[in-house]
C-alpha cells in the first residue's frame, strides 16, 4: 500500500478552513494538526475538524509530519516556511510567499538546496476552463497572442470601516490588494498566454487613508458592524486599488485592475486573451462557462464538460458536464498534485512552486516602484 502522508495546517483564519476542508478531500493524505497564534482557537478549529491541535513550534519540529501548510498572515510566510524547509519538510504557502523578493528569492533557493517539494497556492489556475484556455493557446487555437485584459475586483473593503489583518503593512506587506488578488492575475496570465511580462506601468490608490480598526479580531470577508467605542481611529500604508498596462513579450500588450473597493463585486476576475486566430474570456463568478470569440463566424459560450474539452484540461474537471466545480475544488486540485509528487519522487510538479511565488514578488516590486516614480520600469527575468 501506498504510504499516507502526514500534513499539518498552520494558520486558523478564513485561509486555514479553506485548506482543511480541501485536505479532507486530497487522496492518501491524513491531517496531523492545527496550529494557530491564538491556541484557544485552534483548539476549537482542530476539535470540529477532529484534528489535534499543537503550536506551531511544535509542528515544525514533529518528524511525524511530513509536509505544512502555511495559511498565516503574509508576513509570517517567510520565517515559518523557512523553519519548516530546514526541518525537512515539504511546504504549500499561501500568497504572496514572502513580503519582498529578498525573502522569496531565500525561499526558492533553500527549496531547492534541500530537494524538498515546494507550492505557492495560486489555486486559481485550476478551475477546468481556465485549463481549456490554456489547452486551446498551447494547441494554436488562438493564433499569436496580441492582447491581455481583464480585472480582478472586490467590495469588502469597501468602507472605512471594514477591516482585516491584510490592510496593516506589519502584518501584510507594503502592498495589499496587488500583493493579494492582482499576483493572482499575474499569475495567471503569465500561465495563460506563455508570455512574460516584460515592463509595466502602475498606478495605486488608497481609498481610505484610515480605516476605523476593531479593538478585537475580524476574520476575513467577515465584516461588522461595530460601534465607534469598538474601534480605533488608523493610518493605512497600502492600496485599496491599482492600475497596470504591461507589455507581453515582445510584441503583445495588456492592461488591468484590482480592487478591493468595488461595490458590488464578490470575486470578480475576470480574463480576456485575444490571439490573432481568436479570443476567450472566463469570468470566476461564471466558473462553467467560457467565451470564445472570433472576427468572421459566430462567437460563442461553451460550458465545461470533460468529455468536451482539450485533453490537457480534462484532468482538471472531476464531475461530468452539468455538475459545477468552482473555488473549493480549486484547491483540491492544487492540493492532489503537489502531495502526488510527495508521494512519488520521479513526478514532474504540476503546481506553482516558490520559483513561481518569487516572480510575483518580482513583478509586485516592479509595481510598487513603476508608483513610486510614476512611470514605466521593466520587468527582470526570473
Sequence with gaps: MTKRIRTAVIGTGFMGRVHLEALRRTENVDIAAIAGRNAAVAEKLGSAFGVPHLAPEAVLHDASIDAVHICTPNA????????ALLAGKHVLCEKPLAT?????????ALAAQKGLRNCVCHNLRYYPM?????AMREAGDLGEI?????TYSQDWLLYDTDWNWRVDSKAGGPSRCMADIGSHWFDMVEHLT???VSSLCADLNTVHKTRKQPKGSVETFANKLLSADDVIETPIHTEDFGAVVFRLGDRARGSMTASQV???RKNGLRMEIYGTKAGVAWDQERPDELWIGHRNSANCVIVKDPSLLEPAAR????LPGGHSEGYDDTFKQVFRRFYGSIADPGV????PQFIDGLRQMVILGRELESHRMRSWVDVPAV
Design 76 to 83: 509570517q510566510h517567510f520565517p515559518m516556511a523557512q523553519e
Design 315 to 318: 484532468s482538471f474537471a472531476d
Design 130 to 134: 481556465v485549463q481549456q484556455m490554456r
Design 100 to 108: 519582498s523578493v529578498e525573502e522569496a528569492q531565500g525561499l526558492a
Design 146 to 150: 496580441l492582447v491581455a485584459q481583464g
Design 348 to 351: 514532474t510538479p504540476e503546481y
Design 262 to 264: 468595488s461595490a458590488g
Design 194 to 196: 506563455g508570455l512574460r
